[in-house]
Nanobody, 115 residues
């Protein structure tokens, strides 16, 4: 089984920064892709950023220039550096990883941006 554990969420003022982390543990034979999604109250879950083992990277338009995804392959960890945060970034943030040809999800970490 594979478990993903997120950390780093919290309360921050508009314009501030947070860095989220997500570490995978368990039977990690093939970790091919990592990504971040978020879900705001009353809205659908939306994709934010992702990265693959061949360094293909995706960013949603609404985070380009503000958020950066990175990873530490040795530690099976993916990060999301979030700068210039806005109140509309308030949401529960989920990491996801493709491991052993299956997608796994973390439990989510809450980010609240106050104006």
């Amino acid at each position: 089984q594979v478990q993903l554990q997120e950390s780093g969420g919290g309360l921050v003022q508009e314009g501030g920064s947070l860095k989220l982390s997500c570490e995978a543990s368990g039977r990690l034979f093939r970790l091919r892709a990592m990504g971040w999604y978020r879900q705001a109250p009353g809205k659908q879950r939306e994709r934010i950023a992702s990265t693959t083992i061949d360094d293909a990277t995706y960013y949603a338009e609404f985070v380009k220039g503000r958020f950066t995804i990175s990873r530490d392959n040795a530690k099976n960890t993916v990060f999301l550096q979030m700068n210039k945060l806005k109140p509309e970034d308030t949401a529960v943030y989920y990491c996801t990883m493709m491991v052993n040809d299956q997608w796994f999800w973390g439990q989510g970490t809450r980010v609240t941006v106050s104006s």
